[in-house]
Every structure is written in structure tokens, then in C-alpha cells.
């Protein structure tokens, strides 16, 4: 509930935008992004949203906190759309799709040898995926966000050719096959 109350004073304006992250930034924003709750998780991308909105250079300023949110919402869940808005934003717009990977890629629990994917990386490249599907007409995507794209394709293809495979039916619980695109989420 305080979390929603923080939000919803965000929307009040840019002062009290400012107020906001200039008390909570970093430290107490990246503790509510480890809790383990969507009741938490869907205001808190409210509140980074409306605060780096206008701001294009605080995006690479949160990014150990989003990927805090996508393990939270990859855990949990979420019920509003600021996630997919946030991560618009970051991934999309800011082209930071990358540093995101590459942060949720040292996840604890990853089997390495097994997958060169996290199930949260897997998660991310869903939702990016959702909200391209979504924004289709209003999205450009930029060339080195293709190449990226690919990149990991190609990664992910190349560790599927040298895995023995039993037959199974799909979907799988395989970040691998997650990213090349058999969700079971």
C-alpha cells in the first residue's frame, strides 16, 4: 500500500518526482526491488517510470534495480503494464537491452553448463518480445538492437545443436528454449 501511495504522488509532478529520487535513490528503491512481491513490483515501475521519464540520462542509473524488478516480476509476476513500460523504455528506447542481459546473467541458481540463458534473461527477451508484438506500428527497432538480437539467436541455436536432447514436449522449463521462443510463462 505505501509503495502505491509513493507512486501515485510521482504522478503529483515533477517536484515531487525529484523529492522522491533524490530520498530514496539508490539504496532504498533497489531494497524494494528484492522484495519478492507483485503488490510491490507493479509501483515501483510506476515510480521509476514517472521519474526517468523526461530523463534519458537516469536510465543507466537504475539498471541494477530493474533487474532487480525483472527477477521480482519473473518470480511473481506482474498486473500492470508500468513493467512493460519501463522496460520500453529502457530496452527499446534507451537500447539498453544489452547491459540488461548481461546484468541478469550471473544469477545465482543458473546452470551454465546446462543453459547459457538464466530464466531471467529468458523472461526479459519475453516481455521485450510482448511489447514489440504490442507496438508494432510505433516501435523502430534500431539496428544495433537487430544485430543484438540475433546475436543472442544464434547463441542460443548454437548451444540447442550441441545439447543431447530427449524428446519432451514443449513447453519446456528451459531458459534455452525460452529464449528461442517456447514459453511455458
Keep these: ?7 501515485n504522488v510521482c504522478l503529483a509532478g515533477e517536484e515531487h518526482q525529484r523529492a522522491i ?19 510491490v513490483c507493479d509501483p515501483l515501475c510506476m515510480v521509476l517510470f514517472t521519474c526517468i ?19 521480482t516480476a519473473s518470480a511473481v509476476g506482474f498486473g500492470e503494464d508500468w513493467l512493460k513500460l519501463l522496460l520500453s523504455r529502457i530496452c527499446l528506447e534507451s537500447v539498453h537491452l544489452p547491459v540488461m542481459v548481461k546484468i541478469l546473467y550471473g544469477v545465482e541458481g543458473t546452470n ?11 523472461f526479459l527477451l519475453k516481455i521485450v518480445s510482448e511489447i514489440l508484438s504490442e507496438r508494432i506500428r510505433e516501435i523502430s527497432v534500431h539496428h544495433d538492437f537487430a544485430l543484438f538480437v540475433l546475436e543472442l539467436f544464434n547463441k542460443a541455436v548454437g548451444a540447442v ?7 519432451s514436449g514443449l513447453p519446456t522449463d528451459s531458459p534455452l ?4 521462443g517456447y514459453s511455458p510463462f
Design 161 to 167: 545443436d550441441s545439447v543431447q536432447r530427449v524428446k
Design 112 to 122: 551454465l553448463e546446462e543453459s547459457p540463458f538464466s530464466s531471467e534473461q529468458a
Design 1 to 7: 500500500m505505501g509503495v502505491q501511495v509513493l507512486a
Design 53 to 71: 521519464d523526461g530523463n534519458p540520462n537516469l536510465v543507466a542509473e537504475i539498471w541494477p534495480i530493474v533487474a532487480e524488478i525483472v527477477r
Design 21 to 39: 529520487w533524490d530520498r530514496l535513490f539508490p539504496e532504498k528503491l533497489l531494497m524494494l526491488a528484492t522484495v519478492r512481491s507483485r503488490e
Design 177 to 180: 528454449i525460452d529464449v528461442l
